[in-house]
């Protein structure tokens, strides 16, 4: 899962992108692989379903949300989560 991240980290320096979304970017997809590895024994990016990114989501609402404070929840297809798609081989 290490070699697609740094192919897609690669492609927005390559494009010109600001290292800060580069550094973030990394951050959030390191999360979430490190999720998946953890909380559903998943090792390849073809083997995530949008019910596991879907838990991801849930799980980043719980540990982030402020006491008392219901946070609105959007599916996975209405979220952008990068400017550029991240594609899965």
């Known amino acids: 899962m290490n070699k697609e991240i ?19 970017s990394e951050r959030v997809l390191n999360n979430l692989q490190l999720y998946l590895q953890e909380a559903w024994l998943i090792k390849r990016w073809n083997e995530a ?27 996975v297809e209405d979220q952008t989560l990068f400017p550029m798609a991240l594609h899965i081989e």
């Open 6 to 24: 740094e192919k897609y980290l690669s492609e927005l320096e390559a494009k010109g992108y600001s290292k800060d979304l580069r550094r973030s």
């Open 49 to 75: 379903e949008e019910t596991h990114l879907n838990s991801y989501l849930v799980h980043l609402q719980e540990i982030h949300r402020p006491e008392g404070i219901i946070l609105k929840t959007n599916r």
